[in-house]
């Protein structure tokens, strides 16, 4: 779908676009003006902004509002999130074989932002972009901090014969979660190989236990309490 098939969304983001760091207040006039549309419509367009927690008004007209700064702090803070993870992901993948994955929750779905694949002849085929359904994968269960009793332990290990498995078939996934300075889940983390490739025991005991540590590791870079005092110990 283009821009324009959309045309209040293509009109919204033109409005956003008019303010600039020596034009930080516009009046409705002023926008019908620059943009070439009417007023009628630029009035409904400001106040659906308005709404949106993307402009504010005062005195002057218009002024970008508090929604914009928290989308890009967002933006920033999955940025910051990506860097942060990508030497310990690299470092897990090197340690277990395993192709390495970030994961960030988007609403109802999880997006996959990093990706570190095995040096090997298979590895995993979810690459950054992919986006799934959070409930139908168990890292995004793990994200929506999902109370099932299999979740319990603060990981998840899942396979392609899982119900409602999104993986290829043959794939075995090592899910944990990351946390930011608030203690919060902030993200995942999952290692990915296939089946019959490592024995269940390794699977549930060493392989889990390095996915754990570098979940935490990362958590500690980031600020999460808990995690910060663990790499001091």
Excluded: W
Excluded at 48 to 62: I, N, P, Q, V
Excluded at 89 to 105: E, F, M, N, P, Q
Aim: with cysteine; net charge positive.
């Amino acid at each position: 779908m283009r821009a324009t098939d959309v045309p209040g969304l293509e009109r919204g983001i033109a409005i956003l676009r008019l303010f600039r760091r020596d034009r930080t207040s516009l009046t409705p006039p002023e926008v019908a003006a620059e943009l070439g549309i009417p007023r009628s419509t630029v009035h409904r367009l400001l106040r659906s902004l308005e709404a949106l927690g993307l402009l504010k008004e005062d005195a002057g007209g218009f002024s970008l509002g508090p929604g914009v700064l928290a989308l890009g702090f967002e933006y920033l803070a999955s940025l910051d999130l990506a860097e942060t993870a990508a030497p310990v992901l690299a470092r897990l993948r090197d340690k277990i074989g395993c192709s390495t994955h970030l994961v960030v929750l988007d609403r109802a779905n999880i997006v996959f932002i990093a990706r570190y694949p095995a040096r090997a002849a298979v590895s995993s085929s979810f690459g950054v972009g992919f986006t799934a359904p959070a409930r139908k994968t168990l890292v995004g269960r793990l994200l929506l901090a999902d109370p099932d009793p299999a979740l319990a332990r603060g990981y998840g290990i899942s396979d392609s014969l899982s119900a409602g498995s999104l993986f290829p078939r043959g794939m075995v996934a090592i899910s944990a979660p990351i946390r930011g300075a608030d203690g919060r889940i902030a993200a995942g983390i999952n290692a990915t190989t296939v089946a019959g490739a490592f024995s269940d025991a390794e699977i549930r005991g060493a392989l889990k236990d390095k996915v754990l540590a570098a979940a935490g590791e990362i958590s500690a870079l980031l600020g999460a309490p808990a995690a910060r005092r663990r790499l001091r110990t």
